[in-house]
């Protein structure tokens, strides 16, 4: 078959879309295809739509479902009303989306391309597939739904009449994989049968995102990964890390390198016979599901060392069959850096802008230097977690927000960790010196540049420290690369296992679960010396962390507080020593270094001016020299790096007369802190312009949650004060740990807010169908978020009566007007 060209876009958020497309573009060539890549937003300046005759596109959902920056003026456009019926009727397409399906609306701007797409005339060639986060590895989705597509892509490329041609039956098998949904295989939908669609992707719950991956429960999940990595997450539901994705062979189209158990490459024909038969030997190597989820502080799940089983699989060791069986592994990544160590010249690092310039994600506006002020102890000594509230001090006018808003902290890797990882790699001695990162000379690697989050001219010691995401499990693109690198047989075999087809669940159980470093894997596999080169290549950008605002601009228009956990790792589990959050470790050092501590009988109140190292960040992306990272020297100002992120919904109606009802449980509490502090000094003296009298202020209902009544209920003292005043109309608490007690009905108190609003359920139904009130959630997406969905609906289901499919449509209608809002995060 002769080279076909097909248009390839993708809208990303943090770039992960871009990366999976970058792979796609890689791939193209070896499948007798060529294709022009750009981002949506290059739309009517690189491409139209209207004259592509096909085209592959890879998006993203952020935030409440919602498109990203980068592909919101192609949306703008897409939607247009007065675009005809038949605007895109000679579009042939494919579809890939991403999204997190702890998030209430799962992949639902994938969803929304694709409904429109249909809308304007286009044909669906290909299954879409939904790429689900939340199950620990896009992956899972990516990869068979890649593999999937050069064939349809040829069927098109060929002139077939896809009209008129039933979908493949790789089409069909692919849509099981990707979907889960066989009806979905090659429907064309015309405007007229929209409601009608409309009803059943509600019934099937897809309107609230609640569909499931089929033999997702077998899937090895990451629940709270971002404990591990990247302390916590916001809305937005890619993670930012570029992750190549080749499964296919080194040697050409439709061919695999499959390694026999003593590590002998084979040729093979990738017939449906032996990919049958690579499935069925997969599946043999897969023993039932394992329950993901990284232990909280002070759990460790015993490992196969520690309970004495020397013949169980690790991280290091294997078992048959897998330790007997041929491996296929995936496509050996091309290097394409090149580092030069830089004598007679000097860096100067305080004047680098931020991760080389790369655009920070969600931000609003520029960085801003803010003076940390104060930190205050919100747990006792006894708790399962520690908490802190933070005060932060912005210039006057540099820093704008409003109660809800959330920001963007800049954060460093630990030192301490950036040391052993540098001493691991071999180049210690050169860490401090210039180097001069560039495109290797005549690589293979098509569009090769220097990630734009790592400076052209600065020293290792910064970029790892600022720049790189160290603590990033490593993809199977990266274990292959390693392999290359390891000297000893044992070692490169078990590497070879953990990055093949073949070993899909101890790479999931070994490295996932526990969410491994690389630092972890270079202990594990202590023959392993890769150069510096290719692990610049391969790990992902270290991500600003989001933080919600927790108090208001009338309280002071330059502090504002949040408050965060401390996030505890233990060693374990291939975990070669403990770790904190990468920003909460961080935060609390600061406080740690503190000389002045004050303690009350709830708090403890640290001061923590003139305590650490100054990071100077301007209004302009500049980031201090890399030593700043030591926390035991004492400065005169403590400063760090922020933004303002974009927040288009989580804010107070305009209209202060308005019923809230706030619902969140631990940290989640902290935007609502805010909402009533800024009440608060709203309704002292404020006048209604119209009456001329005291302005209305609805009633505001706040659902909190913690563990123990005395030893984690934040923000306890101000909320009985919100209360007191007035502005607080009821406060509803839940203690999960403490012994339970009877109540007046002679029934145990409540455990959770879910428990409570259960209790209250009559009055809750009534402000909502009968009051217009507005509904805030805040808080843990996998569980606490769905929890509360679920009871709304239950709710909602006894007061109105109404059976599912009118509930959901109900909650649909609720969140559209902007009165059921949530800010979670996995």
Same mark, same amino acid.
């Given at each position: 078959?002769?080279?076909?060209?097909?248009?390839?876009?993708?809208?990303?958020?943090?770039?992960?879309?871009?990366?999976?497309?970058?792979?796609?573009?890689?791939?193209?060539?070896?499948?007798?295809?060529?294709?022009?890549?750009?981002?949506?937003?290059?739309?009517?300046?690189?491409?139209?739509?209207?004259?592509?005759?096909?085209?592959?596109?890879?998006?993203?959902?952020?935030?409440?479902?919602?498109?990203?920056?980068?592909?919101?003026?192609?949306?703008?456009?897409?939607?247009?009303?007065?675009?005809?019926?038949?605007?895109?009727?000679?579009?042939?397409?494919?579809?890939?989306?991403?999204?997190?399906?702890?998030?209430?609306?799962?992949?639902?701007?994938?969803?929304?391309?694709?409904?429109?797409?249909?809308?304007?005339?286009?044909?669906?060639?290909?299954?879409?597939?939904?790429?689900?986060?939340?199950?620990?590895?896009?992956?899972?989705?990516?990869?068979?739904?890649?593999?999937?597509?050069?064939?349809?892509?040829?069927?098109?490329?060929?002139?077939?009449?896809?009209?008129?041609?039933?979908?493949?039956?790789?089409?069909?098998?692919?849509?099981?994989?990707?979907?889960?949904?066989?009806?979905?295989?090659?429907?064309?939908?015309?405007?007229?049968?929209?409601?009608?669609?409309?009803?059943?992707?509600?019934?099937?719950?897809?309107?609230?995102?609640?569909?499931?991956?089929?033999?997702?429960?077998?899937i090895l999940g990451k629940e709270q990964q971002d404990e591990c990595t990247n302390d916590s997450t916001?809305?937005?539901?890619?993670?930012?890390?570029?992750?190549?994705?080749?499964?296919?062979?080194?040697?050409?189209?439709?061919?695999?390198?499959?390694?026999?158990?003593?590590?002998?490459?084979?040729?093979?024909?990738?017939?449906?016979?032996?990919?049958?038969?690579?499935?069925?030997?997969?599946?043999?190597?897969?023993?039932?599901?394992?329950?993901?989820?990284?232990?909280?502080?002070?759990?460790?799940?015993?490992?196969?060392?520690?309970?004495?089983?020397?013949?169980?699989?690790?991280?290091?060791?294997?078992?048959?069959?897998?330790?007997?069986?041929?491996?296929?592994?995936?496509?050996?990544?091309?290097?394409?850096?090149?580092?030069?160590?830089?004598?007679?010249?000097?860096?100067?690092?305080?004047?680098?802008?931020?991760?080389?310039?790369?655009?920070?994600?969600?931000?609003?506006?520029?960085?801003?230097?803010?003076?940390?002020?104060?930190?205050?102890?919100?747990?006792?000594?006894?708790?399962?977690?520690?908490?802190?509230?933070?005060?932060?001090?912005?210039?006057?006018?540099?820093?704008?927000?409003?109660?809800?808003?959330?920001?963007?902290?800049?954060?460093?890797?630990?030192?301490?960790?950036?040391?052993?990882?540098?001493?691991?790699?071999?180049?210690?001695?050169?860490?401090?010196?210039?180097?001069?990162?560039?495109?290797?000379?005549?690589?293979?690697?098509?569009?090769?540049?220097?990630?734009?989050?790592?400076?052209?001219?600065?020293?290792?010691?910064?970029?790892?420290?600022?720049?790189?995401?160290?603590?990033?499990?490593?993809?199977?693109?990266?274990?292959?690369?390693?392999?290359?690198?390891?000297?000893?047989?044992?070692?490169?075999?078990?590497?070879?296992?953990?990055?093949?087809?073949?070993?899909?669940?101890?790479?999931?159980?070994?490295?996932?679960?526990?969410?491994? $470093?690389?630092?972890? &894997? %270079?202990?594990?596999?202590?023959?392993?010396?890769? !150069?510096?080169?290719?692990? /610049? *290549? @391969?790990?992902?950008?270290?991500?600003?962390?989001?933080?919600?605002?927790?108090?208001?601009?009338?309280?002071?228009?330059?502090?504002?507080?949040?408050?965060?956990?401390?996030?505890?790792?233990?060693?374990?589990?291939?975990?070669?020593?403990?770790?904190?959050?990468?920003?909460?470790?961080?935060?609390?050092?600061?406080?740690?270094?503190?000389?002045?501590?004050?303690?009350?009988?709830?708090?403890?109140?640290?001061?923590?001016?003139?305590?650490?190292?100054?990071?100077?960040?301007?209004?302009?992306?500049?980031?201090?020299?890399?030593?700043?990272?030591?926390?035991?020297?004492?400065?005169?100002?403590?400063?760090?790096?922020?933004?303002?992120?974009?927040?288009?919904?989580?804010?107070?109606?305009?209209?202060? $007369?308005?019923?809230? &009802? %706030?619902?969140?449980?631990?940290?989640?509490?902290? !935007?609502?802190?805010?909402? /009533? *502090? @800024?009440?608060?000094?709203?309704?002292?003296?404020?006048?209604?312009?119209?009456?001329?009298?005291?302005?209305?202020?609805?009633?505001?209902?706040?659902?909190?949650?913690?563990?123990h009544k005395e030893r984690d209920y934040l923000y306890r003292e101000k909320l009985q004060m919100f209360v007191e005043t007035?502005?607080?109309?009821?406060?509803?608490?839940?203690?999960?740990?403490?012994?339970?007690?009877?109540?007046?009905?002679?029934?145990?108190?409540?455990?959770?807010?879910?428990?409570?609003?259960?209790?209250?359920?009559?009055?809750?139904?009534?402000?909502?169908?009968?009051?217009?009130?507005?509904?805030?959630?805040?808080?843990?997406?996998?569980?606490?978020?769905?929890?509360?969905?679920?009871?709304?609906?239950?709710?909602?289901?006894?007061?109105?009566?109404?059976?599912?499919?009118?509930?959901?449509?109900?909650?649909?209608?609720?969140?559209? *007007?902007?009165?059921?809002?949530?800010?979670?995060?996995?």
């Open positions: 078959m002769g080279k076909g060209r097909f248009l390839l876009l993708y809208g990303s958020e943090t770039g992960q879309s871009q990366a999976i497309a970058e792979e796609i573009h890689d791939l193209s060539s070896k499948h007798d295809l060529k294709c022009d890549i750009f981002c949506l937003s290059m739309t009517e300046k690189k491409f139209s739509l209207p004259k592509e005759k096909c085209a592959v596109i890879v998006v993203s959902t952020t935030g409440e479902g919602e498109c990203p920056e980068t592909a919101m003026k192609f949306w703008r456009r897409l939607r247009k009303t007065t675009l005809p019926p038949d605007h895109l009727a000679q579009l042939n397409y494919a579809l890939l989306a991403l999204g997190d399906s702890n998030y209430s609306n799962f992949c639902r701007n994938g969803k929304n391309f694709d409904e429109r797409l249909q809308e304007l005339g286009a044909n669906r060639f290909y299954p879409t597939g939904h790429a689900d986060d939340a199950v620990g590895t896009l992956e899972v989705v990516v990869e068979p739904w890649i593999e999937g597509l050069w064939k349809e892509l040829h069927r098109i490329m060929d002139g077939l009449d896809v009209d008129s041609v039933a979908p493949s039956e790789n089409a069909t098998q692919q849509n099981m994989i990707c979907n889960g949904v066989a009806s979905d295989v090659g429907e064309i939908r015309s405007p007229g049968n929209m409601e009608n669609d409309r009803r059943t992707r509600v019934e099937k719950g897809e309107e609230t995102g609640s569909e499931q991956m089929p033999g997702k429960e077998q916001d809305g937005v539901t890619e993670r930012g890390k570029k992750r190549p994705l080749s499964t296919t062979s080194v040697d050409g189209v439709g061919n695999s390198t499959l390694l026999s158990a003593d590590g002998n490459a084979q040729e093979s024909s990738s017939t449906p016979e032996q990919n049958k038969a690579l499935s069925q030997q997969q599946d043999s190597n897969g023993h039932g599901s394992v329950n993901g989820g990284t232990p909280e502080s002070g759990e460790q799940h015993a490992s196969a060392e520690t309970l004495g089983q020397p013949n169980l699989a690790s991280l290091t060791r294997s078992m048959p069959p897998l330790s007997e069986s041929a491996l296929t592994l995936p496509l050996l990544p091309h290097p394409y850096l090149r580092v030069e160590y830089v004598a007679n010249e000097m860096v100067d690092l305080e004047s680098l802008p931020i991760q080389g310039g790369a655009p920070l994600p969600s931000a609003s506006s520029g960085v801003t230097a803010a003076s940390v002020v104060m930190a205050t102890k919100l747990t006792t000594e006894d708790s399962v977690k520690t908490a802190l509230d933070i005060e932060l001090k912005v210039p006057e006018n540099s820093f704008d927000f409003q109660p809800g808003d959330s920001f963007g902290i800049i954060c460093p890797n630990s030192s301490e960790e950036v040391d052993d990882l540098l001493k691991q790699l071999e180049v210690t001695d050169l860490a401090d010196r210039p180097v001069r990162v560039s495109v290797l000379e005549g690589t293979q690697k098509k569009r090769a540049a220097v990630p734009e989050f790592i400076p052209a001219f600065s020293t290792l010691r910064h970029v790892f420290t600022w720049c790189l995401d160290i603590r990033a499990l490593p993809k199977k693109a990266f274990l292959r690369a390693l392999v290359e690198y390891s000297s000893n047989p044992r070692e490169k075999r078990r590497l070879q296992e953990l990055c093949s087809k073949q070993g899909q669940t101890d790479y999931a159980t070994h490295l996932r679960r526990p969410c491994l $470093s690389l630092l972890d &894997i %270079l202990r594990a596999f202590p023959s392993c010396h890769p !150069p510096i080169e290719r692990i /610049l *290549e @391969h790990c992902p950008r270290l991500q600003p962390r989001p933080y919600s605002i927790s108090s208001s601009p009338l309280a002071s228009p330059s502090t504002f507080h949040f408050v965060f956990n401390i996030i505890n790792i233990p060693a374990g589990e291939g975990r070669s020593q403990s770790r904190q959050g990468v920003c909460t470790g961080w935060l609390n050092r600061l406080a740690m270094t503190s000389r002045r501590v004050q303690t009350t009988s709830q708090q403890v109140t640290v001061d923590l001016n003139e305590e650490v190292n100054k990071l100077t960040l301007g209004t302009q992306p500049e980031v201090s020299t890399s030593r700043t990272c030591d926390m035991n020297e004492k400065t005169q100002d403590t400063q760090i790096g922020i933004y303002p992120r974009i927040n288009q919904h989580f804010h107070l109606p305009e209209d202060p $007369s308005v019923p809230l &009802i %706030l619902i969140g449980p631990g940290t989640g509490v902290a !935007p609502f802190v805010g909402f /009533l *502090e @800024h009440r608060h000094h709203m309704m002292k003296g404020v006048v209604d312009e119209q009456t001329g009298g005291p302005s209305t202020f609805g009633p505001v209902w706040l659902f909190f949650g913690c563990r007035g502005v607080l109309s009821q406060l509803c608490v839940s203690f999960s740990r403490d012994e339970p007690k009877e109540g007046h009905s002679g029934e145990s108190a409540p455990c959770y807010v879910q428990d409570n609003m259960k209790v209250h359920s009559k009055e809750l139904a009534a402000w909502v169908l009968e009051q217009n009130a507005h509904i805030y959630v805040c808080g843990d997406a996998k569980n606490m978020a769905k929890n509360v969905l679920d009871t709304w609906k239950d709710i909602l289901k006894e007061k109105t009566g109404q059976g599912d499919y009118e509930i959901v449509l109900l909650i649909a209608k609720l969140r559209e *007007e902007k009165r059921y809002l949530e800010d979670v995060w996995t």
